[in-house]
């Protein structure tokens, strides 16, 4: 037997994804998935799902869902004022739902997704190993694309959850005018000059309202290339900082090309990418360098504070 819950609106833009569609990239399929990941997986966390279960990726403008039975959800990521039959929830944590509550979003406080989990995970086919939504191809998720007033979503047989560990919350929310980003620097940065390797390290970007789910552009100085002329196409990653021939920075997001020709001056450290994530357009950002050895650590560390909470479970 399986929850029901029921789209009473839809909001802009809300759909289910997973960690990501891995293993298609050599055909065209881009990973899709979680934009921020961190969020992602700690909702999963707090209602005791895998944390590749399917969450609810809420854009800015929230739905308005009807919980036709008892359940347990959590929210993550971006304040977006979310509401349980009226009352404020509180962000990070598990809550019990009533047979019948309703869960609606209001003005938009701090960040730009939120990620809701709902306990047993959303009931939703795989499709090449992940149930994330693909929109511009028109798969995975629900019917391959965002919600619509009147559809209706399943969840798993609701189960309570036992006594779950406290999870260590680190904050993927900007918390300052202009959001530092920490870089490690690409393959082709020797290609550009001086001048624009120090303003791609001194100066701040705006990000475009021409940005989505595939790639954020960026405003703000031109990083001129020292060797101009065409590059082989190759791999891209999400976090990868293109220069297109204008000058102006593409950050690479989850549904990212498999492959890429523009010469990459920087990549957005894993760790960091859940706080991209989460800025608006015009909202400003500067990027700061790092080792690939501080990097590799900052990782191993948020990786080893998921493994913890797993095994405290």
């Not at 944590?93 to 938009?108: I, N, S």
């Not at 918390?175 to 303003?199: D, K, M, N």
Request: some cysteine; charged content about 15%; glycine content about 10%.
């Amino acid at each position: 037997m399986s929850i029901d819950i029921e789209v009473i609106k839809p909001g802009a833009q809300s759909q289910l994804q997973d960690l990501g569609r891995y293993g298609y990239q050599h055909l065209g399929v881009p990973v899709c998935g979680a934009m921020d990941e961190y969020s992602h997986r700690l909702a999963n966390l707090l209602v005791g799902n895998h944390m590749d279960q399917a969450t609810l990726e809420i854009v800015l403008m929230g739905p308005c869902l009807r919980f036709v039975a008892a359940t347990q959800i959590a929210i993550c990521g971006a304040d977006l004022s979310a509401t349980l039959d009226g009352e404020p929830m509180a962000l990070n944590r598990r809550l019990d739902v009533p047979a019948g509550a309703v869960l609606a979003f209001g003005r938009r406080i701090n960040g730009l997704r939120s990620y809701l989990a709902v306990r047993g995970g959303f009931s939703v086919a795989t499709l090449m190993g992940s149930r994330s939504t693909f929109v511009r191809g028109g798969f995975g998720g629900h019917l391959g694309r965002a919600l619509r007033k009147g559809d209706w979503l399943q969840a798993a047989d609701f189960q309570p959850a036992g006594a779950l560990p406290d999870l260590p919350v680190v904050s993927t929310l900007p918390s300052a005018e202009i959001t530092p980003l920490r870089v490690v620097l690409g393959e082709h940065w020797a290609g550009f000059t001086a001048e624009a390797q120090a303003l791609f390290a001194e100066n701040s970007y705006r990000i475009s309202p021409q940005s989505d789910r595939m790639g954020y552009r960026l405003e703000g100085p031109a990083l001129a290339r020292s060797q101009p002329g065409e590059l082989i196409s190759e791999a891209v990653n999400f976090g990868s900082i293109q220069v297109p021939p204008d000058g102006q920075p593409i950050v690479l997001m989850a549904e990212r090309q498999s492959t890429g020709g523009y010469p990459k001056i920087g990549h957005v450290i894993s760790v960091d990418l859940p706080l991209l994530a989460q800025l608006a357009p015009q909202q400003a950002l500067r990027f700061v360098p790092v080792s690939l050895e501080t990097a590799q650590t900052l990782y191993l560390q948020r990786e080893q504070q998921f493994s913890d909470a797993l095994g405290a479970a």
